[in-house]
């Protein structure tokens, strides 16, 4: 029988897994968007967006947002000077608030 760590460490890969696969579509379809060195913020409530438009659960949508707006470089761009949040069709979307610059 496995161990806990084991089948934890399975599930963790298996979630990385899924996590990657989407983040190459999102890449491709708008490759603007989901840049893995020069992201942009993303519009509130995009995951159900991303998870319509690709077709993914919306709990796959989900660990993704959670990775990719906790990363370093998203991070930057938000607290950019006059950044703006963008949607999943890559339009430009409201001006990112004082009140995520500070968190």
Not at 6 to 24: A, C, D, E, N, P
Not at 42 to 47: F, S, Y
Not at 86 to 98: A, D, F, L, P
Request: charged content about 30%; aromatic content about 10%; some cysteine.
């Amino acid at each position: 029988m496995p161990s806990q760590a084991r089948v934890r460490r399975k599930r963790i890969r298996q979630k990385r897994k899924k996590r990657y696969r989407l983040f190459l579509q999102l890449n491709v379809l708008r490759p603007t968007v989901f840049d893995m060195q020069n992201p942009k913020p993303l519009a509130i409530g995009i995951r159900e967006k991303i998870a319509e438009t690709v077709g993914v659960p919306r709990y796959i949508a989900g660990w993704f947002c959670e990775w990719w707006c906790h990363r370093n470089q998203y991070r930057k761009a938000i607290e950019a000077d006059n950044s703006y949040r963008y949607h999943i069709s890559g339009n430009r979307g409201c001006k990112v608030q004082e009140v995520a610059k500070i968190q």
